[in-house]
């Protein structure tokens, strides 16, 4: 193989920026790329199904304009732009929709908006350049919709919306897999007593942020499935098999929810585990300290009792130290022993008491 035919096979195809496929009456499925919006109109018009796929560098700036071009004259863009994640705005002649697209690295999570208009017998997409989640349908797009010819027009819009929303949330999907990844990480973490448990409780506080953040998202799509499904829109197919297929994506974020928040269960449970690593080792040191105060009492009463029989008895005999009495200094050091001994005996009994009651 010379160096030429190396480097060509070393190019990588990038998918096209902007693109629609049209499903002519006679059953020819035509595609255009990297075209205007006024050439994607025109391309749509004899089509008796098309989708449009169109990207932008600043979806919020761009979308309006997109709109208006493509003929979406009743959609209230603001509107559905000023969502939280998703919205659902059906106007009877148009339905406006929009996605939330995860980007996962690491506990570093964003989302993007998938918007998704709906008018007559077309579908247009529009997303900034950063998402790819319809990246893997654009290649069989043709194929996929050339197998819909035998269906009533909004059959056919449906079962490609049904794709859509599917393909994206196969793609958001498949974060919760690296999550899951992070999560065995720490857990592997938890048992390893030389990692600092500081930074450990710091990686489980941003695993349950990123995992909260990601249920956000799953409600919100379902949110929108669950109006697909039971919102009767016009635009949308009334055949309750083709509804079924919906009511599959519902179940299948509902699947991806209950993981999510067992995940998150699991992660509290570490929190409560690391709670009670540090207050063992607390009570582990207030054990130490105690230990230590009480041979210091030990020691303490051993000095203050013969300290103090010598300051009671033996003040005038050290002004006269010929006067010393012979008991004198045998009773200070029995006195000695003595309070060395019972004081002793009663630190120990009650240490052995408490931790009887352990």
Do not use: C
Not at 220 to 245: F, M, N, P
């Amino acid at each position: 193989m010379d160096s030429a035919t190396a480097q060509q096979t070393q190019v990588v195809v990038k998918p096209p920026a902007n693109f629609a496929v049209a499903l002519r009456q006679d059953g020819r499925v035509d595609k255009m790329a990297d075209r205007t919006l006024e050439e994607y109109l025109g391309f749509t018009r004899d089509a008796s199904v098309a989708w449009i796929d169109y990207t932008t560098k600043d979806l919020e700036k761009d979308l309006e304009r997109i709109a208006q071009a493509m003929g979406f004259t009743q959609t209230p863009i603001q509107k559905m732009l000023s969502g939280f994640y998703s919205a659902y705005e059906d106007t009877d002649t148009e339905l406006g929709i929009v996605l939330p697209v995860v980007k996962l690295e690491k506990f570093d999570m964003t989302v993007q908006r998938l918007v998704i208009l709906i008018r007559g017998n077309f579908i247009l997409t529009v997303h900034n350049e950063s998402v790819a989640a319809l990246v893997r349908f654009s290649r069989y797009a043709q194929t996929f919709i050339k197998k819909l010819n035998a269906y009533e027009t909004k059959d056919k819009v449906t079962l490609i919306l049904e794709r859509i929303i599917d393909e994206n949330n196969d793609r958001n999907f498949e974060y919760l897999r690296e999550i899951e990844k992070h999560g065995d990480e720490i857990s592997k973490q938890l048992i390893d007593e030389n990692v600092s448990k500081k930074e450990l409780a710091q990686s489980i506080y941003n695993m349950k942020h990123v995992l909260i953040g990601y249920l956000n998202v799953m409600w919100a799509i379902k949110d929108v499935v669950d109006s697909l499904q039971y919102g009767d829109a016009d635009l949308i197919t009334d055949d309750e098999k083709l509804l079924d297929r919906i009511g599959v994506l519902s179940i299948n974020i509902d699947r991806h929810i209950e993981l999510s928040e067992q995940m998150s269960n699991v992660l509290a449970s570490g929190l409560e585990v690391m709670q009670s690593i540090y207050n063992n080792k607390l009570q582990t040191i207030n054990n130490r300290f105690a230990l230590v105060t009480a041979y210091l009492t030990v020691l303490g009463t051993a000095a203050l009792v013969p300290n103090t029989i010598a300051t009671i008895a033996g003040s005038g005999v050290f002004m006269d130290p010929n006067a010393q009495p012979v008991w004198y200094w045998p009773l200070l050091i029995l006195s000695t022993i003595v309070a060395t001994v019972a004081s002793f005996l009663w630190v120990v009994k009650v240490w052995s008491k408490k931790g009887d009651d352990y």
